[in-house]
């Protein structure tokens, strides 16, 4: 859990306020507590639904794009599904950051909402 939370505070420190960060974690923890789930595990578990096992990569080719999978490294895999996972939370402007994140995350961990559809629609741009 160390490394994926000092992943999500890099990814949501804004001009180096990490106590900021840090706060906006501590109270989507203490919600997921509240609604009696693991936070560890159910944090885990949604970084483990929407993580990618590559990267799509848009290259020209003639007069056509094309796209190329390519395998990216587990770091790499990590901070996407983190970003992915921030992002959908991001896009829920009527309540507030801390909850809309909780809730993304329990999305995530059931395999539903915008973060594990959008590791869908990646997979849909390659036809797998």
Do not use: H
């Amino acid at each position: 859990m160390k490394s994926i939370e000092r992943n999500i505070v890099s990814i949501l420190t804004k001009n180096g306020k990490k106590k900021v960060a840090f706060k906006i974690i501590e109270t989507s923890i203490k919600i997921l507590l509240k609604k009696k789930l693991n936070p560890i595990k159910v944090f885990e578990q949604a970084i483990f639904n929407v993580t990618p096992s590559f990267e799509v990569k848009k290259y020209k080719r003639g007069n056509q794009f094309l796209f190329l999978p390519i395998v990216s490294s587990a770091n790499r895999r990590q901070k996407l599904a983190i970003r992915w996972l921030i992002n959908s939370a991001k896009l829920k402007k009527t309540e507030p950051f801390c909850i809309a994140l909780s809730n993304s995350v329990i999305d995530a961990a059931s395999q539903k909402g915008k973060a594990f559809n959008q590791k869908l629609s990646l997979y849909k741009q390659i036809n797998l």
